[in-house]
């Protein structure tokens, strides 16, 4: 009967080795976002505008003291209507309406993929069909259920900024 028994110190193992995968994986969760402003955080390491228009080094800051943000696009690459997907940034920016801009994480909240179009008021997901507002990122279309996070931009002049 001995041979069927499980020893103990074999369960914990087990036990503690389970416990370190899923704390990894939710310490790299917990980093989502706050680094890349991604989910709607300040981005740590972002470039300054500095007076010629050009974007200086990251995280670098201006001699006049300002706040750090990236130019990410001028408003002229965004339609009115429309927008643009920033896959190296995975940032969508929408212009629903003439002037008005809006900027939102563009990783779908079902399972992940990158946004690929912005059209008819919405933001698409090219894997399974979720569709989002191109207004307030909320789900218009399923399979996704949780809408995607804005994130904070600015316009200055005619550059769009994270901030």
């Known amino acids: 009967m001995t041979g069927h028994r ?16 899923c704390t990894a994986a939710l310490a790299g969760c917990a980093r989502y976002g706050t680094s890349s402003g991604l989910a709607g955080a300040p981005a740590a390491a972002a470039t300054t ?6 974007a200086s080094s990251p995280g670098a800051a ?12 001028s408003t002229a690459d965004i339609p009115v ?6 896959t190296a940034q995975k940032i969508v920016i929408t212009q629903p309406k003439a002037g008005s801009f809006h900027a939102f994480t563009a990783i779908c ?24 507002s191109a207004v307030n990122g909320s789900v218009v279309n399923g399979p996704a259920t949780l809408p995607l996070a804005a994130v904070s931009i600015k316009v200055q002049g005619t550059s769009i900024v994270q901030l």
């Open 6 to 21: 499980v020893r103990s110190s074999s369960r914990r193992a087990v036990l503690a080795s389970a416990c370190a995968a």
């Open 109 to 132: 909240t079902h399972q992940g993929c990158i946004v690929d179009a912005v059209g008819a008021g919405t933001i698409d997901c090219p894997c399974h069909g979720s569709k989002y």
């Open 49 to 54: 505008p500095s007076a010629s228009g050009a």
């Open 81 to 86: 209507g429309g927008g643009k997907v920033l």
């Open 62 to 73: 201006s001699s006049a003291g300002a706040s750090t943000s990236a130019v990410l696009a």
